[in-house]
C-alpha cells in the first residue's frame, strides 16, 4: 500500500519562504510522475507542480519563478520550494504519486495535506 506523507506546512508572512516534504513508502523512481497540488478553501484542487519521469517538470502559471519541485530518489522524497509567498497561495497542499501499469493505465496516490498559511 503506497502511503505519502507531507510535512512542512505552517504559517508564513507575505514573501517568506516554506519547503514542503512528501516521503513516500515505496520506490519513486519508477512513477511516472511525483507532483503537488493544493486546494483553498471554496476552490477546486489544483495543480501547482509536476516532476515527470525523465526529468521534465511543469508549473502553474501562478507559481512559476517562485516554487521549485524537486526529487531525492534515493530517500523516496519530493520538497516543493516555496519562495516570495503570497496570500492567494494559503491552501492544503497534496502530495500526489501517478503510477502506470503495465496496461498503460494511471493510479493516483495521494498523501493527507499539508496545510500552507500566509498571513501576516
Known amino acids: 500500500q503506497v502511503q505519502l506523507v507531507e510535512s512542512g506546512g505552517g504559517l508564513v508572512q507575505p514573501g517568506g519562504s516554506l519547503r514542503l516534504s512528501c516521503a513516500a513508502t515505496?520506490?519513486?523512481?519508477?512513477?511516472?510522475?511525483m507532483g503537488w497540488h493544493r486546494q483553498a478553501p471554496g476552490k477546486q484542487r489544483e495543480l501547482v507542480a509536476v516532476?515527470?519521469?525523465?526529468?521534465?517538470?511543469n508549473y502553474a502559471d501562478s507559481v512559476k519563478g517562485r516554487f521549485t519541485i524537486s526529487r531525492d530518489n534515493a530517500k523516496n522524497t519530493v520538497y516543493l520550494q516555496m519562495n516570495s509567498l503570497k496570500p492567494e497561495d494559503t491552501a492544503v497542499y497534496y502530495c500526489?504519486?501517478?503510477?502506470?501499469?503495465?496496461?498503460?493505465?494511471?493510479?493516483?496516490?495521494w498523501g493527507q495535506g499539508t496545510q500552507v498559511t500566509v498571513s501576516s
Open positions: 516532476s515527470i519521469s525523465g526529468g521534465s517538470t
Open positions: 500526489n504519486q501517478r503510477v502506470q501499469d503495465y496496461t498503460y493505465r494511471f493510479y493516483d496516490y
Open positions: 515505496g520506490s519513486i523512481s519508477s512513477s511516472y510522475s
